[in-house]
């Protein structure tokens, strides 16, 4: 796999869980190195992620952030055994796991520096709920969004109305990025 020599422990060690829970949805390295990016544009703030898995992108969110202690990551992850996985890592103590539907909960949970919406709540259901949490200036990062990769004719369709809505929402300014699964990164306009 290109570019897999050199990655964080962390990362790989994310990658021998998965394997051992039989998780075969962990975080591209592609989309991984991008979350490292914009976790560490983040100001001092708080960062979500819905549908943690085992874990990969939050291993990538963690790694941008170093050591850096003025921004709190807040993983949500639905499924018990998959979160708990997740859970029997060594993380940082500003990491606050919840096990919850976040596209149910993400209207209280106030509001974030990044998104990043991995699973299906959040990314193609109530996908207004995310955007309303994000902070103007803030960033909101998304993959999987390439309908052709898929054969369900349902989940194409979703995913092709989640990107009609996320590039024409006047409150957000997005780029489509043809690599990966592909990416759509969007940050909230300020006014």
């Known amino acids: ?53 085992v874990g990969g992108g939050l291993a990538w969110l963690i790694h941008g952030l170093g050591e850096r202690l003025d921004v709190g990551v807040e993983p949500v992850e639905l499924v018990h055994d998959i ?25 209280g949970l106030g509001q974030f520096d990044l998104i990043f919406p991995d699973a299906p709540g959040g990314k193609i259901f109530k996908l207004s709920r995310v955007v309303a949490a994000l902070r103007p200036g803030g960033f909101l990062a998304i993959d999987d969004m390439e309908a052709t990769r898929h054969e369900d004719e349902r989940l194409r369709t979703a995913l092709i109305i989640a990107q009609q809505r996320l590039v024409g929402n006047p409150e957000l300014i997005c780029t489509e990025l043809d690599f990966a699964s592909g990416v759509i990164v969007a940050v909230k306009r300020r006014v």
């Open 1 to 53: 796999m290109k570019g897999t020599r050199d990655l964080p422990e962390s990362i790989g060690a994310t990658h021998e869980r998965a394997t051992a829970a039989g998780f075969r949805l962990t975080c591209e390295l592609e989309v991984g190195r991008l979350l490292a990016v914009l976790s560490e544009a983040v100001p001092s703030g708080r960062i979500l992620e819905i549908g943690t898995g």
């Open 83 to 107: 979160q708990q996985a997740a859970c029997s890592a060594e993380w940082p103590p500003w990491v606050r796991f919840e096990s919850r539907d976040g596209a149910e909960v993400v209207s």
